[in-house]
């Protein structure tokens, strides 16, 4: 089974643009989430998506967003960029069993590598 | 404030010898536990994962164990490579009924391994 696949690697932005990163979770999957994973916060919750709905939603300014697709594939969007949205930042996914009688395995895929000049 | 790079623990072994990772979970209320492996330039790797109900599960070469009294999850890894070589991860997730996926993640360890 392919595992969870994001496009595209590597990414190099201006500030004041805006960027959207896709991901595909492993087939079957239905939750997606984000992080952003820096040197200086290390990894830090986005968001997660189930079901084309934003579910649970970290600390981050909404300059940050995303969606789902009905296929379960997921983007985010960051606009506006500034220097420290520089990132890696990772998607991961997860069966998404309802009803989540416990927590399930996030699995993660390569990253999306930002830098923002 | 001025951000700073987070300071990783480390953790040098020779090859062959057994290594243990330590971390210190911060919420009382979680009750899963995940150690992923992160080599230089890729996603995190899943290893091994653990539920509050239990204080030890092991993989293939693998053990981690769970300390909940004080909030402590290590990661043994038996017979050490070279290729075991990374950042190792500790994440935890508390159960809040219904729809809950935000892991939280320690700062890592890296571990080296020396041939």
């Known amino acids: 089974k392919a595992g969870v696949t994001q496009t595209p690697r590597y990414l190099i932005k201006t500030r004041g643009q805006q960027v959207t990163l896709s991901c595909s979770p492993i087939?079957?999957?239905?939750?997606v989430s984000w992080y952003q994973q820096t040197p200086g916060q290390g990894l830090q919750f986005l968001f997660e998506?189930?079901?084309?709905?934003?579910?649970n939603k970290g600390n981050f300014p909404g300059r940050f967003s995303g969606r789902q697709f009905s296929n379960s594939r997921s983007e985010m969007n960051v606009s506006t960029l500034e220097l420290g949205d520089s990132a890696l930042y990772l998607c991961a996914s997860s069966l998404g069993r309802v009803p989540l009688m416990y927590q399930e395995t996030q699995y993660f895929g390569p990253g999306t590598r930002l830098l923002v000049l | 404030g001025e951000s700073v790079g987070l300071h990783l623990p480390t953790l040098s072994v020779q090859e062959g010898d057994n290594s243990i990772i330590n971390c210190a979970y911060s919420n009382s209320a979680s009750d899963y536990f995940i150690w992923y492996k992160q080599e230089s330039g890729k996603g995190p790797q899943f290893i091994i994962d653990i539920r509050s109900n239990m204080d030890k599960r092991q993989g293939q070469r693998v053990t981690v164990l769970l300390n909940k009294t004080v909030k402590h999850l290590s990661l043994q890894i038996a017979a050490t490579q070279p290729g075991d070589s990374a950042v190792y991860l500790c994440?935890?997730?508390?159960?809040?009924?219904?729809?809950?996926?935000?892991?939280?993640f320690g700062k890592g360890t890296l571990l080296t391994v020396n041939p």
């Open positions: 994440a935890e997730m508390p159960y809040s009924g219904g729809s809950n996926y935000k892991l939280t």
């Open positions: 087939s079957g999957h239905r939750s």
């Open positions: 998506y189930f079901s084309e709905t934003q579910r």
